[in-house]
């Protein structure tokens, strides 16, 4: 196994890195006192291929591999928490399993704007009752008509302020688990859905966090991702990915706060 970095692996980091230090970290501590989704270094950040770095070129992607991408996600945590995990849920939640799952179609309508930054993804799974126990889906999706009638409410939305596109995982086979729960790809204006801020997102402050209420919202088969009953498999598969970025993520907190508390303490002089 090779342990180091590649030229091209470390040249990246680098870049990154001097984005976070440019551009993000002098605007970390306004992010986190305000509460605001940081919009516009979003939007730098998908020009920089942040928001698909495992993406194919071809489809909009910065096209690296993934110990590139937790480069990326640890470079950019040790300027703000709040971006590194605003770029992790769009890149692993959301447009990485498009690109796995999604059909033709799918994939034309969503993976370019996801990995470009110019839509943002959010990944829909916990419910009040459904966080470690995320098999246990109250969120239902009944066949109607040619297509689906989503009914439930979602909790901790990670960019659900500000998403163009929702991963929404509902049960569509109630009562039996993990295998009665189908994917779905929500579109955020469909008619139905409503967000709304319940919780303080302390320690990650501006990550546009949301609870979303799901009323009677409708939409064709073709918003299905996957067969129907893939949906909990497809959740698992994407937190496989998801964890990589969050433990890049917590690397880069680690180190920036280790950073911060040798300069203090170099300065620091007590009792002599
Ligand atoms: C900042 C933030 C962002 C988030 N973003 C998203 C998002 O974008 N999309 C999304 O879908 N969700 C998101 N979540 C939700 C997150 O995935 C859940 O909080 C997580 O799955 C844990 O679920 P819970 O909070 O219900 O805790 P619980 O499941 O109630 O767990 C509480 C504690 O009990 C322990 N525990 C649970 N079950 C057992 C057991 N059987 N035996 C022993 N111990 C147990 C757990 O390890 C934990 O320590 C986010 C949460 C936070 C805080």
Known sequence: MRL???DDQEAFRDTVRRFADQ???PRAAQIDADDQFPRDLVREAGARGLMGVTIP???GGAGRDYVSYALAIEAIATASATLAIILAGNNSLVA????QFGTTAQRATWLRRLATG???GAFALSEPDAGTDAANQHTTATLDGGGYRLNGRKVWVANGEVADLLLMFAATEPGIGGRGVSAFLLPSGTAGLRAETTADSLGVR???CRD???DDVRVGADARLGAPGDGFRIAMWTLDGGRVAIAAQALGIGQAAFDAALA???RRQTFG
């Open 4 to 6: 180091e970095l590649t």
């Open 23 to 25: 551009a993000v970290r």
């Open 57 to 59: 070129v071809d489809a």
């Open 96 to 99: 990485e399993v498009v690109a």
């Open 118 to 120: 110019q839509a943002v």
């Open 206 to 208: 501006g990550l546009g």
């Open 212 to 214: 979303i209420d799901l």
């Open 264 to 266: 203090h303490a170099k």
